[in-house]
Each structure stands twice: as C-alpha cells, then as structure tokens.
C-alpha cells in the first residue's frame, strides 16, 4: 500500500507533465479521421481549453499555441495570426493599465477610499455600505486584486478597532454595575447588622444572595464577551465577503474595468468588421454602470441581512455617535493623516484621469457626433478608445512628479544626489507592474476567434446550433449565462470569456438574434465568480484574510451568482434593448440580415 500511495502521489506532482504529452496524443485523432479545417482548427481549441482548465502550463504560454498550431496545420499564416496578438484593444487595455500603475504608485486610490470612508462613518451597516462602495469605484479603474488587497486591511483594522473599544466598554459597564451592587449591598449589610438580634434566621438567606450576586456578574461578562467575538466573527467574514464581490462587480462598469470586456470589444471588432464601433467606451458604460448598481444594492441587502440580520436601527445606527464609533473613526482618521497633504504629483494624476475619462465619453457619446467623429474620423473609423487611452497615458512619461526647484530631488540608491526632475512614471516601475501575460492572453483570444472564423469553425458551429432558434431568446440568454457562470468557477474569466464568445456570435447568426443580446449577458457573468476561493485572485485574499470557510463563500456566492445573473438579464431586456436596438437584426451581422423583429 506504501508503495501506490507513493506512485499516486508521484504522479499527482508529476501530473502536468502527463497533461500535456497525453492530452494532444489523445485528441489527435479528431484531425486525422475528419481531414478538415474545421476539425484542425477544433482540435487546437480543445487542446487550448484543458490546457487552461488545467493550467498545466501558464495561462500566457498556452495562449501563444495559435502561433504554431495555426500554421503547421495550415489554417492561418504565421504573419496573419501574430498580428493579432498586438490590436487596437489590446491598446485600450495597456492604456488603461497605465493609468491605474500611476494611480497605485501614488496612493490617490487610497486617499480616495479613506475620505469616502470618513464620510460614510463607522457604524456596521454604513461601514459594509461604504467599503463595497468606495472598492466598486476603484476597481473601475484599477485592477480588482489591487483593490482588494488595499482595502481588506483597512476594513480589518477599522473592525478590530470596534470590538476592542466595544470590549473596553463593556468592562467600564460592568465595572461600574459592580460598584453600584456593591454599595447597595454595603447598605443592606448596614440595615441587617442593626436588626441582627431580630432577624437571625436572615443572615444565611443573605449571605447567600450577596455570593449569588457576586458570581453573576463573572458569567454575565463572559457571555457578553462570547456575544461580541461571535458578532465581530461575523461582521469580519461579512465585510472580507462585500469587499471582494464589490471589487468584482465594479470591474464589470467601464470597458477597461475587466478583462472579460475588452474580449468583448476585441471580438466584436474582428468577428463583426462593419459594427460601427457598437462597443466602445461609452456605449459600455452606459449599459454597465447602471446594471452595476443595482448588483451592488442587491449585494449589500443580502450581505446585510446574512451577516448582521434584521436589526436596521442597530445596523445603521441614529442620534449621536458613542465613544467605540469615535475611536473607531479615529483609527481611519490616523491612516488617512499619514498621507499627508495632496502633493503635486497626486494633483497631476488626478487630473490626467479625469481629462481621460472626458475624453473616452466625448469620443463618440451616441446622440451626438463626438469631438472625434468632426475632427478624424468623417471618412471611417480612424481614432478609437485605444488611441486616446495611448496618448494620454504617455503624459505620464512626460509630466514631472514635483514642481521645478534649484535644490535637487533627493537621492537615489547609491546615495548620489538627484538632479533630474522625476516624470509620473518611469518605465522601471511600469516594467515590474504591468500584467504582460494578459496581453498575451487577449492576443490568444484573438487568435482563436480569427481561426475559427478562416477555418469555417465558426459557421459549422452556427449551424448546428440553429435549432436553438425555438427557444425563446431571453431563455437563450439566461441559461448561457448560468453555463458562463459555472464555467467561469473553476476557469479564468479571460479563458471562459475567450472560448464561449466566438461560439456565442456563431450562434447568433445561425438563430437570428441579435449577437449583443447573449454576448453581452455571457461577458457579465463571466465576472461572477463568487462561489469558490481559487474562481478569481480578490476572493483568495479575503479567504487568506477573513477566517472565511470555503462553505462560507459558497453560501454567499450561490445567491450573488443568481443576483448578478437575474440583474444583467433584466438590463439587457430594458435599458440595453433600447441602447442596442436589439429589436432589429444589425446590418453588419451579415449580408442578408435586415431589419427582423426578434422581440424577445
């Protein structure tokens, strides 16, 4: 028995290896018995999803697999397939992540965070309110793991600092009480010690009640004392919980929030030529930020009411605030203290972030020609979101860090003294922060879908997908996003959104519906990885941090899952119908569509 448990375990450690010679020696088959494009271009997908499923070899490195399977199997040319490892999303999302390195590098997102959260206050309810708010805000902008990783401890200090001011407070209480049955009991003695000879038979009856009354309060104090460790256990798994599920559904509310989104702008683009740049910054947000809120209303009632019940007046608290808030308060108060005044390279961050987003939803807001559209782009799309997310991350190269003085700017590591004015950003910095492997695994996805659409994959997909057209299209929709959802689990959300996608705009063709309509549900949901731990980086570190239990999370997952499913759903039937005029097949979907009613 020694001898297998040491082989299993041998191979269990052992195991990539054999995933990746056995799985394409396994699958090899399929090319070979089916001699068709379709079937090659099949197998390096499949080939590419266990090869993510499994991770067996970094996420980035598999995706570089179109280079050499699409060529040797002669699907694509070499020069075809990289070019699209390096498009105009691709440039969207570096600019993006360029903005968010200079926001990091500077702490503006904790400073915006703190102040948001002295405003809000510290009462629990508030305090769960302002956290989910404060994170949804940031991870629009910032990656969702930097956000969590920010806020988690912020939110653990504020909540030891309650439960050790609540603590202090109930010892002062029950100091006090003691005191008060003291003196009563003084009284008492002095009243029965004057009436000894007529009431003898009293002093043991007394004399009882005085030990009664002086072991009551020791077990009163130590179930009080269990009551606040079971209730701050609580509010802390709450809150490790609102953080991580709110940094999660805000990267879903701009273009560049998640991955997932510039898949699907990327995709759009390349599957779908003539679409009119349907999907762009503005466009984006407009449908998502609203559906956002309202997943994040429904979050925090339902963590509301599982972590910290029904009680609202003592959730969120009324009239004056008592000593526990303060120093509570005062605990963010220091942290936000430390970091000091503005400085002048926050100032410049700052400004070039909102001149950015200005930019992005004036480029071409929809009911109006944009600045773009009368400038550069009257004879065709010249200038996009990636173009002004390039230009105005390069300011950061470019602007100084600190105004202009005659004394230097401190010293470097060598202790020589610096005379150079420091820009925003150097590229030392942008080198260690910059995700790469995200860019290469947008440019697989690219790849993969280019593939599919030049082998014929695509429209064979289509076809045997046709009879789904009986379906009613909301149903469609609603049961892709569950199969996105759970696949998304146990996957990346970059993988899942990369597979499923092409798949989604082939069926769309085939059944008549507009593509939008299920890609859009199916990108969302793919961002809902709430149940498990290991689903999505943000849920690992509120695992690591909030004593949670992997049942914990898969309670509140469950239903999160269900919200967001139900929230995008009805947004893409109302406001999203409308925004997309999902009413009427698109022309550019393809040569013979126009204008069909696919009232859902």
Not at 252 to 279: E, R, S, Y
Not at 541 to 564: E, P, Q
Request: hydrophobic share 50%.
């Amino acid at each position: 028995m020694q001898i297998i448990g040491r082989l299993l375990k041998w191979l269990w450690y052992h195991r990539n290896y054999f995933i990746i010679v056995i799985t394409p020696l396994a699958l090899l088959p399929l090319p070979l018995i089916i001699p068709t494009a379709e079937a090659r271009c099949g197998y390096t997908i499949i080939l590419m999803a266990l090869y993510w499923c499994t991770e067996c070899m970094p996420l980035a490195a598999t995706a570089l697999l179109p280079v050499v399977l699409f060529p040797m199997m002669g699907i694509m040319k070499a020069g075809e397939v990289s070019i699209e490892y390096l498009k105009d999303s691709n440039m969207l999302f570096i600019g993006g992540l360029l903005v968010a390195i200079a926001v990091e590098r500077w702490n503006l997102h904790k400073r915006i965070a703190l102040r948001v959260l002295l405003l809000v206050g510290v009462r629990p309810a508030l305090l769960m309110m302002g956290f989910m708010s404060v994170t949804a805000f940031l991870s629009m902008w910032i990656s969702n793991t930097a956000t969590t990783a920010m806020m988690l401890p912020i939110s653990q200090a504020v909540l030891e600092q309650l439960k050790a001011t609540e603590v202090k407070a109930d010892k002062r209480d029950s100091q006090a009480a003691a005191k008060d049955n003291q003196a009563f009991e003084l009284e008492i003695s002095q009243t029965k010690l004057e009436n000894k000879d007529e009431k003898q038979t009293d002093t043991k009856a007394q004399l009882e009640d005085t030990v009664y009354e002086n072991e009551c309060p020791e077990s009163l104090q130590d179930s009080k004392r269990q009551a606040i460790d079971e209730k701050y256990e609580l509010l802390i798994k709450g809150m490790s919980l609102s953080v991580c599920y709110s940094a999660s559904i805000g990267g879903t509310a701009t273009l560049t929030g998640t991955t997932p989104n510039i898949i699907l702008k990327g995709q759009m683009d390349d599957l779908f030529p003539g679409n009119g740049d349907v999907i762009n910054f503005a466009s984006w947000f407009g449908f998502a930020f609203p559906n956002m809120v309202l997943m994040l209303v429904l979050t925090f009632i339902f963590l509301q009411f599982m972590f910290l019940g029904f009680n609202l007046k003592q959730s969120f608290g009324c009239g004056r605030r008592s000593t526990r808030d303060k120093e509570a308060y005062m605990v963010m108060r220091q942290e936000y203290n430390k970091l000091g005044r503005m400085k002048f390279a926050e100032w410049a961050v700052l400004t070039i972030f909102v001149l950015l987003v200005v930019l992005w939803f004036t480029r071409e807001p929809g009911f109006i020609d944009g600045w773009a559209t009368v400038l550069f782009n009257k004879e065709g799309d010249f200038v996009s979101d990636g173009t002004i997310a390039i230009l105005i991350s390069m300011l950061f190269f470019v602007v100084p860090s600190r105004m202009p003085t005659c004394r230097g700017y401190g010293e470097d590591d060598a202790g020589k003294r610096v005379n150079t004015l420091p820009t925003l950003l150097s590229w030392d910095v942008v080198h260690e922060r910059m995700p790469w492997n995200i860019i290469l695994l947008l440019g697989g996805g690219f790849a993969l879908a280019a593939g599919s659409e030049e082998s014929g994959l695509s429209k064979w997909l289509g076809e045997s997908l046709a009879p789904l057209e009986k379906i009613p299209p909301f149903a469609i929709s609603i049961l892709l996003s569950l199969l996105v959802a759970t696949f998304t689990e146990c996957s990346s959300n970059t993988a899942t959104t990369t597979l499923f996608l092409p798949i989604l705009a082939s069926m769309s063709r085939a059944i008549k519906i507009h593509p939008l309509y299920v890609m859009i549900p199916c990108t969302v949901a793919a961002s809902l990885a709430f149940m498990l731990p290991v689903a999505t980086p943000p849920n690992a570190i509120a695992f690591s941090f909030g004593n949670l239990k992997v049942i914990d999370m898969v309670k509140a997952g469950f239903m999160l899952n269900i919200i967001g499913i139900l929230t995008v759903n009805l947004g893409i039937n109302t406001w999203g119908y409308i925004m997309f005029d999902m009413g009427n097949l698109p022309h550019w979907l393809n040569a013979t569509s126009n204008s069909t009613d696919i009232t859902p």
